[in-house]
Nanobody, 127 residues
């Protein structure tokens, strides 16, 4: 059974940092795009950061560029998101996702291009 399990969410003050981690199991994702999406209350899910299987292509949403860093360890089947200088507008449920690049309609892939999803971890940034 394929599983993506996120960890590291929580409550943090504005300006603080969090590191999200995603552990994948059930199959290897070394050939897949892995990354993070988020959904804030009342808003659509949006991409945050994505890392292609080789690491050659990395995408950051404009809203987080310069404040977050995505990294992956294919040997460990993990992907992480280091988030710094957090803002209240970063408050959301953060989802780990993985998907085959053969299914991507474009780069960066949209959420409907991703095949596997975690259940999410809540990040709350207080003002």
């Amino acid at each position: 059974q394929v599983q993506l399990v996120e960890s590291g969410g929580g409550l943090v003050q504005a300006g603080g940092s969090l590191r999200l981690s995603c552990a994948a199991s059930g199959r290897t994702f070394s050939s897949d795009t892995m990354g993070w999406f988020r959904q804030a209350p009342g808003k659509e899910r949006e991409s945050v950061a994505l890392n292609s299987w080789s690491g050659a292509h990395i995408y950051y949403a404009d809203s987080v560029k310069g404040r977050v860093t995505i990294s992956r360890d294919n040997a460990k089947n993990t992907v992480s998101l280091q988030m710094n200088s957090l803002k209240p507008e970063d408050t959301a449920v953060y989802y780990c996702a993985a998907g085959s690049p053969t299914r991507h309609s474009s780069w960066p892939p949209r959420d409907y291009d991703m095949d596997y999803w975690g259940k999410g971890t809540l990040v709350t940034v207080s003002a």
